[in-house]
C-alpha cells in the first residue's frame, strides 16, 4: 500500500516549457487535491477533484490544467511555465471530501523554473 | 472566507522542553486539522479535532470551538520533533481546507 505518490520528485524547466506532474494514490479515494507551497505562505489550493472525469478550480487555478481520467490518477499540467510557478507541489487525497475527513499527502515536487 | 493564524512563526526548544503552537481561525468550522512537515520531507496528519481534546504519544491537541483556537502541546521534546506544524481548518460540507503559514519548530539537543 503505497499511498499517495508523485513523479517527478524533482524537475528543473526553462521559461515557457511544459511539464505534467503525476499523482496516484491506491486508496480508492474519491477526491483528490493539488497544492502548491511557497515560502512564507501556506499550502494554496490550485485545482481539485471529486471524482473520476471531474474537475474543479482551486485558489490558484491560473496556469495550470488538470485531468481525472482515472480515480486512482490525478494529473497537473504546465502548458507555457514561468518563474512565479518555481514551488513545491503537493497532491494529496481524501474519501469523502468532508471538512472532517483526513487528506493524505504525497511527498512533493520540487519544481524550479528558470 | 477563514483566515487561519499560527503562533509562533518560529520556536527554538531545548530538549525536554514543553512546546506549545496556536492556531486561531475566524469562522466557524467543522474540524480542525494539525500536520507535520519534516524539512525537506512531505506532509502527515497528526489530529483531527471538531471539540474537546487528542492524545498520541507525546502530542497533545486541544480545541475551543467558542474561542475559535486550537492549541498543540509537546511534551518532553526531542530533536526528532523538529517540523514544520501546520494548522488547517474545514468547514461543513466545504471540501476545501484553509491553511496557516505553518510554525518552524526547532528543538536542540
Known amino acids: 500500500n503505497a499511498g499517495v505518490t508523485q513523479t517527478p520528485k524533482f524537475r528543473v524547466l526553462k521559461t515557457g516549457q511544459s511539464m505534467t506532474l503525476l499523482c496516484a494514490q491506491d486508496?480508492?479515494?474519491?477526491?483528490m487535491y493539488w497544492y502548491r507551497q511557497d515560502p512564507g505562505m501556506g499550502l494554496r489550493l490550485i485545482h481539485y477533484?471529486?471524482?473520476?472525469?471531474?474537475?474543479a478550480k482551486g485558489e490558484v487555478p491560473d496556469g495550470y490544467n488538470v485531468s481525472r481520467l482515472k480515480k486512482q490518477n490525478f494529473l497537473l499540467g504546465l502548458e507555457s511555465a514561468a518563474p512565479s510557478q518555481t514551488s513545491v507541489y503537493f497532491c494529496?487525497?481524501?474519501?469523502?471530501?468532508?471538512?472532517?475527513?483526513?487528506?493524505?499527502f504525497g511527498p512533493g515536487t520540487r519544481l524550479t523554473v528558470l | 472566507k477563514n483566515e487561519v493564524e499560527q503562533s509562533p512563526q518560529n520556536l527554538t526548544a531545548q530538549e525536554g522542553e514543553f512546546i506549545t503552537i496556536n492556531c486561531s481561525y475566524s469562522?466557524?468550522?467543522?474540524?480542525l486539522h494539525w500536520l507535520q512537515q519534516h524539512p525537506g520531507g512531505g506532509i502527515v496528519s497528526l489530529f483531527m479535532?471538531?471539540?474537546g481534546k487528542k492524545k498520541h504519544g507525546r502530542l497533545i491537541a486541544t480545541i475551543n470551538i467558542q474561542e475559535k483556537h486550537s492549541s498543540l502541546h509537546i511534551t518532553a521534546s526531542h530533536p526528532r520533533d523538529s517540523a514544520v506544524y501546520i494548522c488547517?481548518?474545514?468547514?461543513?460540507?466545504?471540501?476545501?481546507?484553509?491553511f496557516g503559514k505553518g510554525t518552524l519548530l526547532t528543538v536542540n539537543p
Open positions: 486508496m480508492n479515494h474519491e477526491y
Open positions: 477533484s471529486v471524482g473520476e472525469g471531474t474537475t
Open positions: 479535532l471538531s471539540s
Open positions: 469562522v466557524g468550522i467543522s474540524a
Open positions: 494529496a487525497s481524501s474519501y469523502s471530501g468532508r471538512g472532517t475527513d483526513t487528506q493524505y
Open positions: 488547517a481548518v474545514g468547514g461543513g460540507s466545504n471540501y476545501k481546507l484553509t
